[in-house]
Antibody, heavy 121, light 108 residues
Framework: QVQLVQSGAEVKKPGASVKISCKAS????????ISWVRQAPGQGLEWMGWISAYNGNTNYAQKLQDRVTMTTDTSTSTAYMELRSLRSDDTAVYYCARLLRVGPALNLDYWGPGNLVTVSS | DTQMTQSPSSLSASVGDRVTITCRASESISSYLNWFQQKPGKAPKLLIY???SLQSGVPSRFSGSGSGTDFTLTISNLQPEDFATYYCQQSYSTLPLTFGGGTKVEIK
């Protein structure tokens, strides 16, 4: 069965960086992509971007593209999301999700449990 | 970016009710529309993809319809486990995969 296991909660100071991991199992990692979605406390879902595990191509949300980098390590079936220059409004639960391509559509069909990242001085 | 607008933002309903949630896209997205359910403290769960296709394992009381800019999610015979927040999301690969603002379904 498809599983996505994320690294643990993080507490960071403003201006720092955070790198979250998402280890996939139960499918061929390079056959699908990984997307990252975040959710601030009490707020809705915000799509951050996606990465193809096949060729490393990325597509980032415009508001984050200067501060975010998504990568994969195919040898360990792990995806990473690094967010730099952290601000208090980056405090959120960060989810990874498998990105299933169905023709031109991209479906987030399996999700990790989420990582709480708290940005506080 | 394509903006996704859901209505209502919240609703109260009783077990056994029929509930309809609307999602409107700021431009035509054909049928590239997914619906998710999220319960407190949990990751979202894919319910409907391609506007009307039921994800494997999702009860048949959930249904989706629409195309272009206007979409609906219908829950017939609302069950206690259906009280949650629902999000629409556009899924066309060349566009940002933006989410709607969410609709919280509460117990009346």
């Amino acid at each position: 069965q498809v599983q996505l296991v994320q690294s643990g909660a993080e507490v960071k100071k403003p201006g720092a960086s955070v790198k979250i991991s998402c280890k996939a199992s139960g499918y061929t990692f390079t056959s699908q992509g990984i997307s990252w979605v975040r959710q601030a406390p009490g707020q809705g879902l915000e799509w951050m971007g996606w990465i193809s595990a096949y060729n490393g191509n990325t597509n980032y949300a415009q508001k984050l593209q200067d501060r975010v980098t998504m990568t994969t390590d195919t040898s360990t079936s792990t995806a990473y999301m690094e967010l730099r220059s952290l601000r208090s409004d980056d405090t959120a639960v960060y989810y990874c999700a498998r990105l299933l391509r169905v023709g031109p559509a991209l479906n987030l069909d399996y999700w990790g449990p989420g990582n709480l990242v708290t940005v506080s001085s | 970016d394509t903006q996704m607008t859901q209505s209502p933002s919240s609703l109260s309903a009783s077990v056994g009710d029929r509930v309809t949630i609307t999602c409107r896209a700021s431009e035509s997205i054909s049928s590239y529309l997914n619906w998710f359910q999220q319960k407190p403290g949990k990751a979202p769960k894919l319910l409907i993809y391609a506007a009307s296709s039921l994800q494997s394992g999702v009860p048949s009381r959930f249904s989706g319809s629409g195309s272009g800019t206007d979409f609906t999610l219908t829950i017939s015979n609302l069950q206690p486990e259906d009280f949650a927040t629902y999000y629409c999301q556009q899924s066309y690969s060349t566009l940002p995969l933006t989410f709607g603002g969410g609709t919280k379904v509460e117990i009346k």
